[in-house]
Structures are given as structure tokens and as C-alpha cells.
T-cell receptor, first 114, second 116 residues
């Protein structure tokens, strides 16, 4: 089945630094990928839609300069959390739509900013 | 308005009990998909089932079963003879549009705790 690989699974960074999270579709091409954020004990909230070869579409309230999304190829989307602060600590999950319908999700990245 | 409602925030059961997780959805589309995902403590989302709006047949997969009722806009999930390994957060999600073309909207999730 369609698999999305997400790395790293966990990252701890210092406040003020930037962190890059990668999301790769392993056995299919994903022209569109999605990035979600999940706070502890809460649901998944869509942050942005990543489109290959074009700008990402951000949901209302999501700072595009804070969360930089790049979708440079049909199999790779990256989310960079710039100048991270403790309030950015969260669980980030990427997703891609598969041709047969439905969506496949990465394993998630737990970001802790100290 | 919330499109997917999971009214049960947390359910606690003892092993071997049956448990039903409720999901009520809201949509004006006639074509949509409903999903259930399991999120164990490790965090990854595990796909459990996808059901399209034209298929109201209930489904059973081992100890899992799903009851889809369009009349009440519900897509409930039952675990029979629960086990400790079933402990996780379960999310119901709705994807509207033909072929589920619109990205899923998730409910708040129900945390299931199965005690030995």
C-alpha cells in the first residue's frame, strides 16, 4: 500500500533555531501533501496544503513565515519551523491522498522546543 | 459548525468488555467518505476503515465492526471483547466531495483505555 515516510520522529531544539521535517511518499507520487498539527489530547488540525511546484496553501491563522513548506518534487514535502519557540512544541503529521481514495499518514514528528 | 462530533472524550473499560465509539457527522454533500483511525501512544495514525456515502452496509473485521446510518448521520465503531492493546485514541474523519477529494476533517477523538 501507499506509504508516507516522515522524519525525524522526534526532535528537540533550542528556542530560536529552525527545524526541518521531511515527508516522503515511498511508492507513489504525491502532487499534494497535507500538514497537520496536533496539540496534546486534541484533534488534528490542518495547517497547510503543500502543492508540488507551487506555493503552499495555508489555513487561516497559520503563519506562513513561521511554517515554511516546500514541495520540490513529487515525492517530497518539507515543513520548516523557523525561529522555533516553546509554543511551537507539538506533534506534526503529514498526509497524502492516494489514488484509490483515502489518505495515508506519516508517523508524525514530535517537536519539543526548549 | 463542527463537521465531525465524537462526544465521548474518554472511555474506560475492563478487558473483554464490548465498547462502542460514537461518531456523528454533518455534511451537505451527497458524496463523501468516512474514516476511522487509531492513534496509539506512539503517535502514528493507523487506518482502520473507509466507507463511502453510498455504501451503508455494516462491516465487520475481526473484533471490529462499524455501523453506518445515514438517517442519523452516524458512523459508530464497536470493539468486541476489548483488549489492552486496543488502548488508544480513535479518530473519526469526514472527507467530502467525489472520491473523498476534500481533505479529511477530524473529530476530537475518543481516548479508549482498556484495563486488564
Amino acid at each position: 500500500g501507499a506509504v508516507v515516510s516522515q522524519h525525524p520522529s522526534r526532535v528537540i531544539c533550542k528556542s530560536g533555531t529552525s527545524v526541518k521535517i521531511e515527508c516522503r511518499s515511498l511508492d507513489f507520487q504525491a502532487t499534494t501533501m497535507f500538514w497537520y498539527r496536533q496539540f496534546p489530547k486534541q484533534s488534528l488540525m490542518l495547517m497547510a496544503t503543500s502543492n508540488e511546484g507551487s506555493k503552499a496553501t495555508y489555513e487561516q491563522g497559520v503563519e506562513k513565515d513561521k511554517f515554511l513548506i516546500n514541495h520540490a518534487s513529487l515525492t517530497l514535502s518539507t515543513l520548516t519551523v523557523t525561529s522555533a519557540h516553546p509554543e511551537d512544541s507539538s506533534f506534526y503529521i503529514c498526509s497524502a491522498r492516494v489514488e484509490t481514495g483515502g489518505y495515508t499518514f506519516g508517523s508524525g514528528t514530535r517537536l519539543t522546543v526548549v | 459548525a463542527q463537521k465531525v462530533t465524537q462526544a465521548q472524550t474518554e472511555i474506560s473499560v475492563v478487558e473483554k468488555e464490548d465498547v462502542t465509539l460514537d461518531c456523528v457527522y454533518e455534511t451537505r454533500d451527497t458524496t463523501y467518505y468516512l474514516f476511522w483511525y487509531k492513534q496509539p501512544p506512539s503517535g502514528e495514525l493507523v487506518f482502520l476503515i473507509r466507507r463511502n456515502s453510498f455504501d451503508e452496509q455494516n462491516e465487520i473485521s475481526g473484533r471490529y465492526s462499524w455501523n453506518f446510518q445515514k438517517s442519523t448521520s452516524s458512523f459508530n465503531f464497536t470493539i468486541t471483547a476489548s483488549q489492552v492493546v486496543d488502548s488508544a485514541v480513535y479518530f473519526c474523519a469526514l472527507s467530502e466531495g467525489w472520491g473523498g477529494s476534500y481533505i479529511p476533517t477530524f473529530g476530537r477523538g475518543t481516548s479508549l483505555i482498556v484495563h486488564p
